[in-house]
């Protein structure tokens, strides 16, 4: 089916909003409130600053920080200017941040007092009041510099689990194409009504933090914004300022049911859940399902396809469903999805193999690195995405893991996540990752790492026989570390190479 692209910049979008609703409120930083209008003029006051300290269309300007609504109106003056905004995770290392400043050659770095130290050689303003008497004195004059959707705007490192991060080039087309053609084969739980209120609280370094105020901007939604994910906050938020809709990755959205404030708290007002980043296990979408009452939805995309490209349905939730609850869901509208083996090859449902990705919202490259970006974009637009996935005959796709996560055991494929989701359910399992780990006799064989809920006494052979009871033998751990918190990454996946690197320390390759 073809689709109408009715993409736009997205400069646009909030001159549509500031014209239609005004006095809406768009942005809410803990007491600050700012309206369509107001936002609409700091960003443009913004825009004009950036080229007055002789920043011109193209330049990447970097961004060092946490949420909050000085990252929003750089992220959209960014946007209007024709700049490109490079928002750097900030756990991240000042060694890793280093590298990618340079990477990117940033003209400019926008950094909180916290970060202040970091290391750069060119013009900084720090995002504190300074920034809004910066932003101020500029001129509110329209921006006129012309602005086109396949332009690049956005810029995100990739995680770099493995090897250095590389620089994924996102455009005005790709921020904006999606909404309208969903709306227009309406999935209206999917895209959300202008002035709904949308908790932002996932870090802005990655696409589903800088996603939603990008997303909120487009739509004319009112943005809450949390400095850093805090359970507490959300759960007194939804209630506080009616919010309708959020977005958590799994661990998160455990924190926040398991939250003492959650026992009480009304949720009526949440309209819809949004999860994903990471995979989760049944049990714990069950019981979020359960608990919160609201349309769910598991979002699966990557910072290559600016996040989402295909959803699992809210009626695709509940008693009767838990064969789909355990997919990501089907391609949205104007997205294909196929399945190939390790030659390129499109394999038929049911079989497992790499998953590739034909979207409107597919990134325009790999910044300054061509070979990367045709080794997983192909001429036509097909992206490879790493993950090794099972399509069934109705275009339910099935995340098994990431194909370099999988485990060959005894000549078996294990992949984690299904480990994981086998174990999760266990009532005295607070969190768990799988792993492979050296053995003689099979190669790998699968180790377990658990966090144990507090006060429980789970031992490993508790561990092992209940996953007995729900996967084959060759899946099931051998063995089981027990440790009070698993590494994750700003984004909420598991650091495998982290748990990994101990048992493979001093060996030449890290598989066996």
């Known amino acids: 089916m073809e689709y109408t692209d009715k993409s736009r910049v997205l400069g646009d979008a909030l001159t549509q909003w500031a014209s239609e609703t005004p006095d809406n409120i768009a942005l809410r930083d803990g007491e600050v409130t700012i309206d369509w209008t107001t936002y609409d003029r700091h960003v443009t006051q913004v825009a004009n600053g950036l080229a ?14 946490k949420n909050g609504y000085r990252a929003a109106e750089l992220a959209l003056a960014c946007a209007r200017a024709g700049m490109v905004l490079v928002p750097v995770i900030w756990r991240l290392a000042p060694a890793e941040i280093e590298y990618i400043l340079k990477d990117c050659q940033a003209a400019a770095l926008f950094v909180e007092p916290l970060f202040a130290k970091q290391a750069f050689d060119g013009p900084r303003v720090t995002m504190d009041g300074s920034f809004d008497a910066w932003r101020d004195m500029q001129s509110a004059d329209p921006v006129t510099t012309p602005v086109e959707t396949g332009d690049v ?135 979020g399902v359960e608990r919160l009452q609201c349309d769910f939805a598991q979002m699966y995309g990557m910072t290559e396809t600016f996040g989402t490209v295909v959803c699992l349905r809210p009626e695709d939730h ?43 919202t597919n ?33 339910y796709l099935y995340i098994q893991d990431r194909i370099k996560d999988m485990i060959i055991s005894g000549g078996e494929n294990v992949y984690p996540a299904e480990v994981e989701s086998a174990i999760y359910g266990h009532p005295d399992i607070a969190d768990v990752a799988v792993i492979g780990v050296p053995d003689d006799k099979w190669g790998e064989a699968v180790k377990a790492v658990v966090v144990r809920r507090p006060g429980a006494s789970l031992e490993a052979d508790g561990v092992i026989s209940y996953a007995r009871e729900k996967i084959a033998g060759f899946k099931c751990p051998k063995s089981v570390d027990f440790i009070d918190a698993l590494p994750r990454n700003p984004s909420g996946k598991i650091l495998r190479r982290e748990l990994r690197a101990p048992y493979w320390e001093g060996r030449e390759r890290q598989v066996n």
């Open 52 to 65: 007055a300290m002789g920043l011109k269309k193209g330049d990447r300007v970097a961004y060092l920080g």
């Open 153 to 287: 705007f956005l810029m995100l490192y990739t995680s770099g689990t493995t090897g250095m991060p590389k620089g994924v080039m996102l455009t005005h087309r790709n921020a904006t194409v999606l909404r309208p053609i969903v709306q227009e084969t309406g999935l209206g739980w999917f895209t959300s009504e202008p002035g709904d209120a949308l908790i932002h609280a996932m870090p802005f370094g990655h696409i589903a933090g800088v996603g939603s105020v990008v997303g909120a901007a487009n739509a004319g939604q009112h943005l809450i914004i949390h400095t850093e994910f805090d359970p507490g906050l959300i759960i007194r938020d939804i209630q506080r300022h009616n919010a309708k809709q959020a977005f958590l990755v799994p661990a998160a959205l455990a924190m926040m049911l398991d939250h003492p404030d959650a026992k009480d708290a009304d949720f009526s007002n949440l309209q819809g859940m949004g999860y994903g980043a990471s995979p989760i296990p049944l049990d714990l979408l069950q019981r």
């Open 318 to 360: 509940g008693p009767g469903k838990e064969k789909v609850m355990r997919s990501a869901g089907q391609a949205l509208p104007s997205v294909s999805l196929r399945i190939l083996d390790e030659e390129g090859n499109v394999l038929p449902p049911g079989q497992i193999g790499e998953v590739a990705i034909n979207s409107p």
């Open 363 to 395: 990134m325009a490259g790999y910044w300054n690195k061509p070979e990367e970006t045709a080794r997983v974009l192909s001429a036509d637009n097909w992206l490879r995405t790493g993950d090794a996935g099972i399509m069934d005959e109705d275009g």
